[in-house]
């Protein structure tokens, strides 16, 4: 099982971004997906997930109202669309893959990580 995230990039603050993640496996049309990410110094924090279906979503509160995730079962993408970018979205962004169905932020429900993409978003 393999994720593929791109996407990343260097953005001034109030612009946009969109990360997209290609998974290899037809499987994932059964699985939760999400989106982390990892500020140097930080620990790594939940972003967003979306449940296998799409139909159920899940934000952090940091981003909630600012990014959106999305997936295209057909083509095995999740994409996390986001907008109003502020300085402190800064980080290493990563998707992964639960082992469950439903949308969760908890962490130790993803087996399968992506390599991660870097956003910068400048002040």
């Known amino acids: 099982v393999q994720l593929q995230a791109s996407g990343g990039g260097l953005v001034q603050a109030g612009g946009s971004l969109r990360l997209s993640c290609a998974a290899s496996?037809?499987?994932?049309?059964?699985?939760?997906l999400g989106w982390f990410r990892q500020a140097p110094g930080k620990e790594r924090e939940f972003v967003a997930a979306t449940s296998w279906s799409g139909g159920t979503t899940y934000y952090a509160d940091s981003v909630k109202g600012r990014f959106t995730i999305s997936r295209d079962n057909a083509r095995n993408t999740v994409y996390l669309q986001m907008n109003s970018l502020k300085p402190e979205d800064t980080a290493v962004y990563y998707c992964a893959g639960a082992a469950v169905s439903f949308a969760t932020a908890a962490s130790a429900r993803y087996p399968y990580w992506g390599q991660g993409t870097l956003v910068t978003v400048s002040s």
């Open positions: 496996k037809r499987t994932f049309g059964n699985n939760g």
